[in-house]
Nanobody, 120 residues
Framework: VQLQASGGGLVQAGGSLTLSCKASGSIFSINAMRWYRQAPGKQRELVATIATGGITNYADSVKGRFAISRDNAKNTVYLQMSSLKPEDTAVYYC???????????????WGQGTLVTVSS
């Protein structure tokens, strides 16, 4: 199983960016999908979660500015980021809770990070 994140880059404050993360491999089902971020010198923090049915949850720091969505047919989760601030600068990681077979339990898998830099 591999989670491939993409879409990071350099953007000016107030700008927008959309991250993508595609899960690939022998996957039976995907439950929740999440985005985390880790700023330099700080702990990794949960940014947004989307459940199988589409229910979403956000960190207070990004509410109203970020939107998480998913395309179940493509095993892909997105993070639309707008009104970006310099404090949003971080490496963003995706994470997916999935099973590899019908009888298997759900496990969390991490993707590699993608760097988002917001300049002031």
């Amino acid at each position: 199983v591999q989670l491939q994140a993409s879409g990071g880059g350099l953007v000016q404050a107030g700008g927008s960016l959309t991250l993508s993360c595609k899960a690939s491999g022998s996957i039976f089902s995907i439950n929740a999908m999440r985005w985390y971020r880790q700023a330099p010198g700080k702990q990794r923090e949960l940014v947004a979660t989307i459940a199988t049915g589409g229910i979403t949850n956000y960190a207070d720091s990004v509410k109203g500015r970020f939107a998480i969505s998913r395309d179940n047919a493509k095993n892909t989760v997105y993070l639309q980021m707008s009104s970006l601030k310099p404090e949003d600068t971080a490496v963003y990681y995706c994470r997916a809770q999935l099973s590899l077979a019908e009888s298997d339990p759900l496990y969390w898998y991490w993707g590699q990070g993608t760097l988002v830099t917001v300049s002031s």
